[in-house]
């Protein structure tokens, strides 16, 4: 069964370093969303992607933060410099044009010291 | 302003034992409300959707439903496999964003 997959699983960084973080969607899928769970909260949307722009952005998503996909697999998030704040598990998700159901990967926790 | 609000927070059951999780939400132009599992550590894993008040999905030992205000996560004669986060999220209008209640953490007990 096609999943969405994630790399890495676990990326320790020091504030004010720039992150990457790797997601390859399900190849059929046509937009990529990437969200953030900080622990033991909920699920929060940052930003989708459709048609190579931003579909839309929340106000999480601001300019220390983008995205790329870079050839026709992978598609990242980049954090320009990062803040203890931004410690959180990252997770992309994709979908298909034919309806709204979003898969999600596995995430990237992400802990900036 | 939109609020999912997912209640219980917290659910122990004893297998066999049945139960409902509930998702209750005020969204104006609601456009479809889905329902994810999460295991600790791990990305959300798509459940149902449900679209229209009325409207009833079923998997398994689960059955999701959907009124005008709130919707139902049925739980038939659970096993310990079953244990992990349930969460609903919604999505509105144009937009395809969803939006994430805080969850219910199962546990299922022998």
């Known amino acids: 069964e096609p999943e969405v997959t994630q790399t890495p699983s676990h990326q320790v960084t020091q504030m004010g370093q720039e992150v990457i973080l790797r997601c390859v969607p399900i190849?059929?899928?046509?937009?990529f969303y990437w969200y953030r769970q900080i622990l033991g909260q909920k699920v929060e949307f940052l930003v989708s992607?459709?048609?190579?722009?931003?579909?839309?952005k929340s106000e999480i998503f601001d300019d220390q933060f983008s995205v790329e996909r870079p050839d026709g697999s992978n598609f990242t998030l980049k954090i320009r410099s990062t803040k203890l704040e931004d410690s959180a598990m990252y997770f992309c998700?994709?979908?298909?044009?034919?309806?709204?159901?979003?898969?999600f990967g596995p995430g990237t926790r992400l802990t900036v010291t | 302003e939109d609020q999912v609000t997912q209640s219980p927070e917290a659910l122990r059951l004893q297998e066999g034992e049945s139960s409902s999780l509930n998702c209750s939400y005020t969204?104006?132009?609601?456009?479809?409300l889905f329902w994810y599992r999460q295991d600790p550590g791990k990305g959300p894993e798509f459940l149902f959707t449900?679209?229209?008040a009325g409207e009833e999905k079923e998997k398994e030992r689960l059955k999701a439903t959907l009124t005008k205000k709130e919707s139902f996560l049925h739980i038939t004669a659970p096993k310990p496999e079953d244990s992990a986060t349930y969460l609903c999220?919604?999505?509105?209008?144009?937009?395809?964003?969803?939006?994430f209640g805080t969850g219910t953490r199962l546990q299922v007990t022998l």
């Open positions: 449900l679209y229209s």
């Open positions: 999220a919604v999505r509105k209008g144009t937009a395809s964003k969803l939006t």
């Open positions: 969204v104006s132009g609601l456009r479809g």
């Open positions: 190849s059929n899928h046509l937009y």
């Open positions: 992607f459709y048609n190579n722009e931003i579909s839309e």
């Open positions: 998700a994709s979908r298909a044009d034919a309806n709204y159901e979003q898969y």
